[in-house]
């Protein structure tokens, strides 16, 4: 059975960070694109970060030079460390695995920073 499973959110102060994983079963992640996505309150989901099966990176503008996007291929597991975080960066954040036909989500993890 396919799962995504994150895990690593939590409240945290502005300037703070916090390191998002993301654990992939029933599929072999290093052969998709994985990505993280977000959705603030009131707000359509956004793309934080990609990688592809090739190695290509692709990050927001909102995110460049703070978050990295990481994936350890042994552990079928894909990270995302987040520094210096702002308030602004409050959401639920989503892992996202997708290779031709097949898309696949996590359930979220809720990611909160404080003022």
């Known amino acids: 059975q396919v799962q995504l499973v994150e895990s690593g959110g939590g409240l945290v102060q502005s300037g703070g960070s916090l390191r998002l994983s993301c654990a992939a079963s029933g599929f072999t992640s290093r052969t998709y694109s994985m990505s993280w996505y977000r959705q603030a309150p009131g707000k359509e989901r956004e793309l934080v970060a990609s990688?592809?099966?090739?190695?290509?990176?692709n990050y927001a503008d909102s995110v460049k030079g703070r978050f990295t996007i990481s994936r350890d291929n042994a552990k079928n597991e894909v990270y995302l460390q987040m520094n210096s975080l702002k308030p602004e960066d409050t959401a639920v954040y989503y892992c996202?695995?997708?290779?031709?036909?097949?898309?696949?989500w996590g359930q979220g993890t809720q990611v909160t920073v404080s003022s």
């Open positions: 996202n695995a997708r290779k031709l036909m097949y898309n696949y």
């Open positions: 990688l592809t099966s090739a190695g290509h990176i």
